[in-house]
């Protein structure tokens, strides 16, 4: 199942993670994120990859507010990209680029559509994704049940 559409957003990180994110980083911190406005279009856009958990969403993410993102460069890339693909290591990566382009909608795995992607470009099969990436779907659903508990402290009811 593919899900989402193909407009840029700005990956999301905890406070936790941009602390671990400049300590590891040769970048001075203004450069790597970026302070944005909680919008009504960004609340919606989150809400809509956590169909399950609205209230959530707009208590961590209340409208007016800021979070943090990644910072993107002119183009829409993210300032971490490489030649080679993403600098930091994979224990350094924010939770969402670890799970990237993989994602749990209602308890089921998707993929989210984007023709930016390089590995979707190469397949849009979950299943070679996988293979691609190194990863099982017992792997996802732990970095997902870790991004629930980082972004909203909510454990997973099956743990």
């Known amino acids: 199942m ?12 905890s406070r936790e993670e941009a602390l671990l994110i400049a300590s590891v980083s040769s970048c001075p911190g203004s450069d790597l994120f970026m302070t944005e406005s909680n ?3 960004f609340i919606k856009r989150t809400g809509s990859i956590f169909p399950d958990r609205p ?3 707009v208590r ?7 979070h943090t993102s990644l910072s993107v460069d002119c183009f829409g890339r993210c300032t971490l990209l490489g030649s080679e693909g993403c600098v930091l290591g994979h224990g350094e990566k924010p939770l969402f680029c670890r799970i990237y382009p993989f994602w749990f909608i209602n308890g089921i795995l998707v993929t989210f ?4 992607c390089l590995a979707l470009q190469q397949t849009p099969d979950p299943a070679e994704l996988m293979v691609l990436f190194g990863v099982d779907e017992p792997g996802l659903r732990e970095i997902y049940d870790e991004i629930l508990l980082k972004w909203f402290g909510v ?5």
């Open 2 to 13: 593919v899900y989402g559409d193909n407009d840029a957003h700005n990956t999301v990180v």
């Open 39 to 41: 919008t009504e279009a």
């Open 55 to 57: 209230e959530d969403v």
């Open 60 to 66: 961590v993410f209340p409208l007016n507010g800021e």
């Open 113 to 116: 559509n984007n023709d930016r």
């Open 155 to 159: 454990k997973p009811e099956n743990k």
